[in-house]
């Protein structure tokens, strides 16, 4: 074997798609190794894995494979390269379009990264994109710098520009009902951006307050809004304070469906709501009367 050919299983690894992915585009797209003979093993040569990892490119952003695939066959593809400068972000199981996320982040390539995000919400709606790519990338962006201690920088732009996809969502015009807050000090606002995006596709107009809301201002908020739902979101245990809690369930005018949302929380008051996801929280949102 030439020092250039991998195995299928190599291929596979670093085009970044299973093996029985790289068997399915062969069987049926005809995107197999150049000049395989019959009762030999399949090597893949530098053009076969230019070949597939633009396939990959194109059936992540969302291409039907057949599709991807003839555009592949009929026009030259680009020399394969290893993508975000050298550190890779393994993703796991979260596959291929989770990957082609992370690499464009990695890149520090905004526009990609928005890209990407917009397309998924506009193909699949907020609460699957979210759940499904955006919420995984940024886990994993998140996983890498905790051991690393680095790219602080990938994790800023990628919030940034999910935050762009999230706003693009066209709002209701509607009385918004609804009120959205971090708890006190808690900085992480992506997760109800996208709940206020979810609601916003079933009709729900919200008012966002986003991050580090002093529990006064809730308050205030409150009295001046006088909103049936709102939720408090925590990302961890130093941002929920159960003070914040009971203030929420003791604010004037009553709030008909007080919400702690987020991992932080630990109990909660038996009158509030802890939805265990987005899709949970937009139901119960939803469905109040």
């Not at 992915?21 to 040569?45: E, F, I, K, N, S």
């Not at 790519?133 to 919030?159: D, F, Q, W, Y």
């Not at 203030?247 to 909660?268: C, E, F, N």
Request: charged share 20%; net charge positive; aromatic share 2%.
């Amino acid at each position: 074997m030439a020092s250039d050919e991998l195995t299928a299983g190599q291929a596979a690894q670093v085009v970044g798609v299973a093996i029985t992915t790289l068997r399915t585009w062969d069987r049926r797209y005809g995107l197999g190794p150049g000049g395989h003979q019959a009762g030999t093993h399949r090597r893949y040569r530098p053009d076969d894995l230019a070949r597939l990892v633009e396939m990959q490119r194109l059936t992540a952003q969302g291409v039907p494979p057949a599709h991807a695939a003839g555009w592949v066959l009929n026009r030259a593809a680009p020399a394969a390269r290893r993508d975000g400068g050298g550190h890779a972000v393994a993703v796991g199981a979260a596959g291929p379009a989770v990957r082609g996320l992370t690499r464009a982040a990695m890149r520090l390539d905004g526009a990609r990264v928005r890209q990407l995000a917009t397309d998924a919400i506009t193909t699949h709606g907020v609460v699957a994109a979210w759940s499904d790519l955006l919420a995984p990338a940024l886990i994993h962006i998140g996983h890498k710098h905790a051991r690393t201690r680095t790219l602080i920088e990938v994790e800023h732009l990628l919030s940034r520009e999910i935050s762009f996809a999230l706003a693009g969502v066209v709002r209701p015009d509607a009385t918004a009902r609804v009120l959205l807050a971090c708890a006190d000090e808690e900085q992480h606002s992506l997760p109800i951006e996208a709940l206020s995006a979810a609601l916003a596709e079933r009709g729900q107009a919200t008012r966002l307050l986003g991050a580090r809301v002093p529990p006064s201002a809730l308050r205030d908020a409150i009295r001046r809004a006088g909103p049936d739902v709102v939720v408090i979101w925590s990302q961890t245990s130093d941002t929920a304070d159960a003070g914040q809690l009971a203030g929420l369930l003791a604010a004037r005018p009553t709030v008909k469906l007080p919400i702690a949302a987020g991992p932080g929380w630990d109990a909660v008051p038996d009158s509030m709501t802890r939805p265990g996801s987005l899709r949970e929280a937009v139901d119960a949102i939803v469905s109040q009367p």
